[in-house]
Structure formats: structure tokens, C-alpha cells
């Protein structure tokens, strides 16, 4: 379960760069996949002892939540 949330996490961070590069109409769904990625990869971190990737991942969700709030206003 564990490596499926790393891989989870990883592959909705890939989505979410890609959106945001395109600059199209729904490249703001790309903070929704980063949230996502940061959800899954706090989880991963927290299970794994990682407490560096936590705080990073923690960072990265408030981060990713402001882009979100910033696109849809």
C-alpha cells in the first residue's frame, strides 16, 4: 500500500506539471493533481518516517491550496 501511495503521488505530480505547462483553460486543475501528489506523498512520508518529505510535502500542500485559491479567482 505504502509504495502504490509513493507511486500515486509521483504520477499526479507528473500530471499536475503537465497541465500547468500547457497554459490552457483546465491548467488549473493542475494544483488539484499537485494537492493530491502532496496528500499521497505526506501519507507515504508519515508511514516511512520520512519527517523531512513531511514538512516538504506539508509546505507544498498550502502552496499548491493558494495556486488553487489564486487560479479560480
Do not use: R
Amino acid at each position: 500500500m505504502n509504495k502504490s501511495l509513493a507511486w500515486i503521488g509521483a504520477a499526479a505530480g507528473i500530471v499536475g506539471a503537465i497541465l500547468l505547462s500547457l497554459n490552457v483553460g483546465i491548467s488549473g486543475w493542475g494544483y488539484a493533481f499537485f494537492i493530491g501528489s502532496s496528500i499521497s506523498l505526506s501519507i507515504w512520508a508519515f508511514n516511512e518516517k520520512q519527517n523531512h518529505q513531511l514538512i516538504m510535502q506539508l509546505v507544498f500542500s498550502i502552496i499548491n491550496l493558494n495556486g488553487c485559491v489564486q487560479w479560480l479567482t
